[in-house]
């Protein structure tokens, strides 16, 4: 296996890192949250300029056909700022959705908004009721009537739901799980959003009766169970990526203040039991980061079942390494770590919400082991 960047790759991997590096100090973060949508529009116009919103599209739609080490080299730029842009939602989950099962037609109705930054899309799939992260326990039905479905139902956290133009919507028809595409404003759509602890933003999304067109299914009837695992361990990978930015910032940023905090008249990163603990810290970072490309490389793989595997070692890795850094570096910076005027903090919090999206570490620990392991 090749695991050398190409010259486009390692580009765009320093294109992002030097936009986040320049536009996306942590001042800059902490105002951008407090916007209306909850983050800065214009940095999003500025991430349709410079072709990130395009990354995972084939060329005949407007994109670049990115792949996964593309995706992983984006994500962990913006994961060192906690880049708070709903690059995930619009881009992977739903992105991703629409590049495997969106009709010709219908990506050419979508993808040059979404491409320009003009449209947000959000995945709609997960239910109170259903057990932790299955992806077929739904009970949102659709109903065909006469040329049109009719949708009721509930979904419940709905990442960037509250300001997306468009909501990609599973639901049970007689044919099985399929995906429809609803303009979040349609009659018959109630969208309550809410604020979540690392610095997002959710919705609860209500369906009551709402008309869909005939032509809005993504995808075959049926179809939809496949489409959205294959969307959903392509946002894991993002994730990966994505904590492992975040565990290279907050390591950098501890040793940065064991080597200026001052006690006893000599810096605290003098002591060689402190020594230790970022050693132990940059261990996990590594372990984090192979698996991260791991998870990468593993999404082109033909065989599901590898793929699954592959995907859900990756995910336990950053758990724990995400869960061991951010105890860590909160511990070494003491009282200030916990502060909501300091990064620390809040990098903690995105890498425990990392842990639980799609299934905490525990949660693949079991799937790996039902699976049989890693071949």
Known sequence: MNLSLTEEQRLLGETVTRFVADRYDFLSRERYVREPPGFSRAIWAEFAQLGLLALPFAEQDGGFGAGGVETMLVMQALGRGLVVEPYLSTVVLCGTALALAATPAQKAILLPGLIAGETLIALAHGERHAPRHTLTQIRTKATRRNGYWLLDGEKSAVLDGDSADKLIVSARTDQGIALFLVDARAEGVTVRGAPTYDGRRIADVTFEAAPVAADAMLGAPGAGAGILRSVIETAIAALTAEAVGIMEATLDMTTEYLKTRHQFGVAIGSFQALQHRCVDMLIQLEL???????????????????????????KIQIGRSGRFIGQQAVQLHGAIGITAEYQVGHAFKRLTAIDTLFGDANHHLDALAEAGGLA
Do not use: K, Q, Y
Request: proline residues 4%; aromatic residues 4%; charged residues 20%.
């Open 288 to 314: 984090a980061r192979s698996m991260a490309l791991f998870a990468a490389v593993s999404l082109p793989l033909e065989d599901a079942g590898t793929r699954s595997r592959n995907i859900s070692a990756a």
